[in-house]
């Protein structure tokens, strides 16, 4: 298994070096050279499988050698061991909706199920080249908490997180700011997330910077996220539905990651007859499904923080595949990115993307109404982020009738992290599971900086050292 980079198609790397360089050197992202399918027939076989066995197959694929299969097996069993559910996901239905819930991690968010993989995956990696690391992070909420929990007190890594001061919510930060490992450094930015996000894409650009701090990354686009993910849409199919019809899966989005995952999915075999981008007001993605046109606005704050983007870092990664990896087209797109602030794809392009995403835009108030209305009617409540992706399957269904699709939507974070707009919604107080009640009177280790490369530089300088 190779890997190439979306601005440069000829070069060649491991896994290994994926995994380590996030970023790719030449500022594009990681793609496999090829995305093998899974047969027709070998999912009878693949059903069989428990989800650890069935992340192990998957997964498998992309490392390729780096890790033997028993080292494998033990970074997918001791990182789902934390997890309430033996399965890893759940699946609920709210009358012919289903429900994949993604949240019976560590700290309640999708993200767990990736991030707990990735932090093994670090430990075994870097024990066995004797290497140490410093991991940077921008987080609008969900990654920073998955990741540290993840690499907290592990050997050889120290991990500095980013995140926006005063737009996450308090329990979200909570998760993060209580951690007391000394590994751990959060940093609260007086600014957004993409803010953030910039800063820490400015320091991997760094080269002089990256080296000297041995730099490496776990965000979104990091591709051992991305694999990860995958797994749940497969099992998704094989174990929730009979096999006999397709599937339609509608996915909170912000980075474009999770949604990407399913895209892979697709490539893989898993019959997929849409997948819904379902965004919030930072509705680029949206924008884009319906004009061609990458345009990223103004940040706007929503009741669905972790969604608060206007950089879907990932997309990158589909424009390439849907220009059959021309790393010439793909670079000449972001080129206008940067010196345009937009790009525009050929209608040809547009209309293929459209044959397997639909998008929708779903307002704060909205949302709202809908977890008071759920609340009312079957007594069930959803975070702000799954009930976007409930309210655009709907808008889809109601669109494009088809009884016989199987219709799935991810549930991304549990309700108790968003307790004050839950709350709010519905009128009554809600119960917190005990993980997040320890967390609430906790001390909080935080520090706060401004909006400024060179002083984000100097503090992760300072304490980056072993
Ligand atoms: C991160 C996150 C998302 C968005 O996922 P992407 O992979 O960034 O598109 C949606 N919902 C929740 C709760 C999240 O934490």
Redesign the pocket.
């Given at each position: 298994m190779k890997y190439i980079s979306t601005r440069n198609s000829k070069i060649k790397v491991s896994f290994i070096e994926t995994f380590l360089n996030g970023l790719a050197l030449d500022g594009g992202l990681y793609i496999p050279k090829i995305i093998p399918k899974f047969s027709k027939s070998s999912f009878y076989r693949l059903s069989k499988l428990k989800y650890h066995e069935l992340a192990f197959e998957i997964i498998k694929i992309f490392t390729d050698k780096t890790f033997s299969n028993s080292e494998l097996k033990k970074i997918i069993k001791k990182s789902y061991s934390s997890f309430s559910s033996k399965e890893v996901i759940k699946l609920s239905k709210i009358e012919t909706y289903n429900l994949l819930e993604l949240?019976h991690g560590p700290t309640f968010?999708?993200?767990d199920i990736a991030m707990q993989i990735i932090g093994n995956m670090y430990e075994n990696i870097l024990l066995k080249k004797k290497k140490k690391i410093n991991l940077i992070v921008a987080t609008?909420?969900?990654?920073g908490a998955?990741a540290i929990n993840a690499i907290a007190n592990k050997q050889n890594v120290k991990i500095f997180v980013l995140f926006p001061k005063g737009k996450i919510s308090s329990i979200q930060r909570k998760l993060m700011t209580t951690v007391s490992a000394k590994n751990v450094f959060n940093i609260a930015i007086k600014g957004t997330f993409d803010d953030c996000q910039n800063l820490v894409k400015s320091m991997f650009n760094d080269s002089k910077f990256r080296n000297s701090v041995n730099l490496s990354g776990v965000n979104?686009i990091n591709w051992a996220?991305i694999i990860a993910?995958v797994v749940y849409y497969f099992y998704a199919y094989l174990h929730f539905t009979n096999r006999k019809n397709k599937m339609v899966f509608s996915?909170?989005?912000?980075?474009?990651?999770?949604?990407?995952?399913g895209y892979i999915a697709f490539k893989m075999g898993v019959p997929i007859s849409k997948l819904i981008i379902a965004t919030n007001e930072n509705d680029l993605l949206d924008r884009f499904i319906k004009t061609g046109i990458y345009k990223p606005g103004v940040v706007k704050s929503t009741v669905?923080p972790?969604?608060d983007?206007q950089v879907?870092?990932?997309f990158e990664r589909l424009i390439s595949d849907f220009y059959n990896h021309n790393s010439r087209k793909v670079k000449s797109l972001m080129k206008n990115l940067e010196k345009k602030k937009f790009y525009k794809v050929s209608p040809n392009v547009l209309k293929k993307i459209k044959n397997i995403f639909y998008s929708n835009s779903v307002n704060s108030k909205k949302v709202i109404n809908l977890i008071k209305f759920l609340y009312k009617k079957n007594h069930k409540i959803l975070?702000?982020?799954?009930t976007?992706?409930l309210f655009s399957l709907m808008d889809y269904k109601s669109k494009n009738f088809n009884s016989s699709e199987n219709l799935f939507f991810?549930g991304?974070?549990h309700p108790a992290?968003f307790k004050n707009t839950i709350e709010k919604a519905i009128d009554k107080k809600i119960t917190l599971p005990k993980e997040i009640k320890n967390v609430l009177n906790k001390k909080e280790k935080v520090k706060i900086l401004p909006n400024n490369l060179n002083k984000v530089k100097n503090c992760i300088k300072y304490n980056s050292l072993y």
């Open positions: 949240y968010a999708f993200k609008s909420g969900d990654t998955a979104s996220r993910q996915v909170p989005t912000g980075n474009f990651g999770d949604i990407y995952a669905s972790s969604m983007i879907a870092s990932n975070d702000p982020h799954t976007i992706g991810l991304t974070a992290k």
